[in-house]
């Protein structure tokens, strides 16, 4: 069994620093294999926000992953925007923007969905490029879990006012997905918590309780924000995952003010495949 901290949008600029002291402390007692945070560390990419967000880093024990949101690029320098978009990422953060991390169960990728600008006119959207879904195409995981972890939606999962777009070429995505014997996306941006199965057959549907994946399932997660204040109608969460050969188990962990609480989400098996 791999344990999967998955932790989003903590947006340092925009912080509640009891819930990142006890997000902080939970992770200590109680600690995953490896941590999982799908982009926006920052809340307008300042220097200073890129300072913070990488002393809380720093203070993680477990390894991590970290991938880019869209407001990890700057927006108000549009010359820094247009031509050196990762330059504060790389210098505070990683180097990489995709990074890796594979054990027995699982390999684990990061693709980078952030862009600086792009052919519409809202820029905090995301794209996969199709060299992004080949290379996830080429990734040999054999009989462990394939994870992909991104920052932007592949799919509305409950929101039903959806002040945001899908990221592009996100169904493209999921079928390059869809063709691996076990799947799992881990995302962000809606800071609001939920999981969903797809199949290219049938979309979405939600998956909660307990559950067999049918064949060509793809597993997606995503995570509320983790510890900054930017709620929109949930409070402060983040998932914790299992991931053996058999299934997947996720948790939900919620901040209810003094502490975090753990519910069961979804108990899913992967049947035969
Ligand atoms: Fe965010």
Redesign the pocket.
């Known amino acids: 069994m791999t344990v999967i901290a998955h932790l ?2 903590l ?1 340092f600029g925009a912080q509640k620093p009891v819930v990142r002291e006890a997000l902080l402390h939970v992770l200590t007692m109680e600690p995953p294999d490896v941590i999982a945070i799908s ?2 560390l920052t809340q307008n990419a300042t220097h200073r926000e890129f300072v913070d967000g990488r002393a809380f880093l720093d203070r993680l024990r477990q390894p991590c992953l970290i991938v880019p ?3 990890d690029i700057v927006g108000h320098r549009l010359i820094e925007r247009f031509t050196r978009p990762y330059e504060r990422w790389r210098r505070f953060v990683a180097e990489g923007l995709e990074p890796e991390w594979s054990d027995d169960n699982v390999v684990i990728r990061g693709v980078n969905s952030a862009r600086p600008f792009g052919p519409y006119l809202n820029w905090s959207r995301g794209q996969f490029s199709p060299a992004q879904i080949a290379a996830i195409d080429r990734t040999g995981a054999a009989r462990r879990s394939l994870v992909v972890v991104a ?1 932007h939606p592949v799919v509305w999962g409950n929101d039903t006012d959806r002040d945001y777009d899908l990221v592009t070429r996100g169904e493209a995505m999921l079928a390059v997905l869809a063709r691996q014997p076990r799947s799992i996306m881990l995302l ?2 809606r ?1 609001r918590s939920h999981a969903s199965l797809w199949n290219a057959e049938g979309g979405e549907r939600e998956a909660r309780g307990h559950m067999t994946a049918r064949p060509g399932d793809v597993l997606i997660v995503h995570a509320g ?1 983790a510890c ?1 204040d ?1 709620l929109r109608g949930e409070a402060n969460s983040w998932n914790r995952l299992g991931v053996c050969g058999e299934g997947v188990s996720v948790e939900t962990c919620t901040f209810d003010g003094t502490r975090w609480t753990r519910v069961a989400r979804l108990t899913l098996a992967w049947g035969s495949r």
């Open positions: 989003s949008d947006h982009g926006d949101g869209n407001h920052h962000g941006h800071h924000t900054s930017r």
